[in-house]
């Protein structure tokens, strides 16, 4: 049982590079969805998709992009990183009837 | 004002003891509620949902009471694999509008 996948796990980047975190699930969830938890502030959304070809913007989507071109796939794209992007970001995928979130790993980021 | 606010403890509990803690939120039109674990550099996992008439799951009991809007766990008979941090989650039914808090450290002692 893969659930949600996740890579890398961790990923070291100079300001101002770019880079894809890529998110596969193996469930069948229409609904993916994108966090950053950093210290004391839990969770935070960035962006989410409600099935293939959808996306919407979460709390925090300034800097990231989304596609999510099949049922498996969302990667995040950073278009240009920055020192505050530094943070663990974990991939969600939804049971819908349930509301159950189910998390991959997490990649753990840091910007320098 | 956070939405979901949860004391973040750490509460360091004996081994065999009973901890409690709260999560208050701050829209009454919040629908669903969670409760996760998440341990020590690892992802969140789903512990329970919070049911309106309160819920037990083995040791864990969760409680809501919407008219003061605060969630509750508890955990009876502790184990030392208890230790976690145990994440507050709150959803208005909209995919935009699930909340997190940002986690009550439970630290079991022997």
Not at chain 1, 8 to 32: I, R
Not at chain 1, 61 to 82: H, I, W
Request: charge should be neutral; charged fraction near 15%.
């Amino acid at each position: 049982n893969a659930g949600v996948t996740q890579t890398p796990k961790f990923q070291v980047l100079k300001t101002g590079q770019s880079m894809t975190l890529q998110c596969a699930q193996d469930m069948n969830h229409e609904y993916m969805s994108w966090y950053r938890q950093d210290p004391g502030m839990g969770l935070r959304l960035i962006h989410y998709s409600v099935g293939a070809g959808i996306t919407d913007q979460g709390e925090v989507p300034n800097g990231y992009n989304v596609s999510r071109s099949t049922t498996e796939d969302f990667p995040l794209r950073l278009l240009s990183a920055a020192p505050s992007q530094t943070s663990v970001y974990f991939c969600a995928s939804t049971d819908r009837a349930a509301y159950e979130q189910y998390f991959g790993p997490g990649t753990r980021l840091t910007v320098t | 004002r956070k939405e979901v606010e949860q004391d973040p403890g750490p509460f360091n509990v004996p081994e065999g003891a009973t901890v409690a803690f709260n999560c208050t939120y701050s829209n009454s039109a919040s629908q669903s509620f969670f409760w996760y674990r998440q341990d020590c550099r690892k992802e969140p996992k789903l512990l329970m949902s919070v049911y309106s008439s309160g819920n037990e799951d083995g040791r864990f009991t969760a409680q809501l009471n919407r008219a003061s809007q605060y969630i509750s766990l508890l955990i009876r008979d502790s184990k030392l694999s208890d230790s976690a941090t145990y994440l507050c989650v709150v959803n208005l039914n909209s995919w935009g509008k699930l909340q997190f808090g940002a986690g009550t450290q439970v630290v079991v002692t022997p």
